[in-house]
């Protein structure tokens, strides 16, 4: 096997893994509990795409593909930018509460000193 054929086959088993991950952070995208879950999977899915245009334009000896790969990133930076900016004002949602009620006293709780007398 010449040192061409092994960076081919490199380039191959990467290329794999990129879709694998994509695939990954499509699942996360569409399953995310919260919305920025969400925006997070789908950057993560626009990252691995730059990627894998990059390492697509090695396998095929076509390297004007990074050319495209980095406008994409671009537009992937800058849609990220403009969907946290419409995020950024809004209120969270009354079901999304990130705080823990099992570990927080309540309010009104009594809650006992080290002494034993209550507080």
Same mark, same amino acid.
């Given at each position: 096997?010449?040192?061409?054929?092994?960076?081919?086959?490199?380039?191959?088993?990467?290329?794999?893994?990129?879709?694998? =991950?994509?695939?990954?952070?499509?699942?996360?995208?569409?399953?995310?509990?919260?919305?920025?879950?969400?925006?997070?999977? =789908?950057?993560?899915?626009? &990252?691995? &795409?730059?990627?894998?245009?990059?390492?697509?334009?090695?396998?095929?000896?076509?390297?004007?593909?990074?050319?495209?790969?980095?406008?994409?990133?671009?537009?992937?930076?800058?849609? &990220?930018?403009?969907?946290?900016?419409?995020?950024?004002?809004?209120?969270?949602?009354?079901?999304?509460?990130?705080?823990? &009620?099992?570990?927080?006293?309540?309010?009104?709780?009594?809650?006992?000193?080290?002494?034993?007398?209550?507080?």
């Amino acid at each position: 096997m010449n040192s061409a054929n092994l960076i081919s086959t490199c380039y191959g088993i990467s290329g794999l893994a990129i879709l694998l =991950v994509m695939g990954l952070a499509l699942l996360r995208a569409i399953l995310g509990p919260t919305a920025f879950d969400r925006l997070m999977a =789908v950057n993560l899915f626009g &990252t691995k &795409t730059v990627l894998f245009i990059a390492v697509l334009g090695f396998l095929t000896g076509r390297p004007d593909f990074l050319d495209i790969a980095l406008v994409y990133a671009l537009v992937n930076f800058l849609s &990220t930018i403009a969907v946290l900016r419409f995020f950024e004002g809004r209120k969270a949602p009354a079901w999304y509460d990130t705080r823990d &009620t099992d570990t927080q006293p309540a309010a009104n709780a009594v809650t006992e000193n080290p002494d034993g007398t209550a507080s």
